[in-house]
């Protein structure tokens, strides 16, 4: 079986302040994990991928993530948040040779000026 | 640029009418994807497309149907079988799983349906 869990459905931050979106997942396999971001009315953008390689992760607009295989988590985290990153950010796991792709039910962030 | 064009952004659907949601990509990726979203539930994959001629059935498949004649285009119907069809659809494209294991999917900008 596999799953996606984003622990909040909102996150609220002051601009400036860090950023931390929390992702945990379940996997019979070795994932393949990623982050996407969505403003209104868009499509989904990659923000940053982990594919077996460098736990530590860095993406797209300042953003990175960790894979920590023990805690199964992969936390997205900025260190100064933007007015610009206010959307909603999807946590996504890939398995196996057929592309089974579970999302997230998505993060909503406010960043507050 | 390469990427994903979907058409219309917008489109409105009567009773009974069947309608038809066009994607196509320039990206040269063998697999293409359905999704619908609604607030609060993510994505749920309606159909993907790993080759020319053939697809698959999703999660919510019911009441839509695909084609996928060429490499590039996946066009959605909606047809009048699917009672709740107001969502925003998504189209997504990718390379099939490689030397570097699996590879993220590219989205379009999405079709929002309303019903009349």
């Known amino acids: 079986a596999q799953s996606v869990t984003q622990l909040d459905s909102h996150v609220s931050v002051s601009e400036g302040t860090p950023v931390l979106l929390r992702c945990n997942y379940s996997?019979?396999?070795?994932?393949?994990l990623f982050w996407y971001v969505q403003h209104p009315n868009k499509g989904l953008q990659l923000l940053l991928k982990?594919?077996?390689?460098?736990?530590l992760v860095k993406g797209i607009n300042g953003f990175e993530a960790e894979f920590k295989k023990s805690e199964t988590s992969f936390h997205l985290t900025k260190p100064s948040a933007h007015m610009s990153d206010a959307a909603e950010y999807f946590c996504?796991?890939?398995?196996?040779?057929?592309?089974?792709?579970?999302f997230g039910t998505g993060t909503k962030l406010q960043v507050i000026p | 640029d390469g990427g994903i064009t979907q058409s219309p952004k917008y489109l409105f659907r009567k009773e009974g009418q069947n309608v038809t949601l066009s994607c196509e990509q320039n990206?040269?990726?063998?697999?293409m994807y359905w999704y619908r979203q609604d607030p609060g539930q993510g994505l749920r994959l309606i159909y993907y497309?790993?080759?020319?001629?053939?697809?698959q059935k999703g999660d919510i498949a019911e009441g839509y149907s695909v084609s996928r004649e060429k490499k590039e285009s996946f066009p959605l119907t909606v047809t009048s079988a699917q009672k709740n069809p107001t969502a925003f659809y998504l189209c997504?494209?990718?390379?099939?799983?490689?030397?570097?294991?699996?590879?993220?999917?590219?989205f379009g900008d999405g079709t929002r349906l309303s019903i009349l």
């Open positions: 997504a494209s990718s390379i099939l799983i490689d030397r570097q294991g699996n590879q993220p999917q590219h």
């Open positions: 996997s019979s396999y070795s994932p393949s």
């Open positions: 982990y594919t077996s390689a460098a736990t």
């Open positions: 996504v796991v890939i398995n196996g040779g057929y592309q089974k792709v579970t």
């Open positions: 990206l040269n990726h063998d697999a």
């Open positions: 497309s790993q080759i020319v001629n053939d697809f």
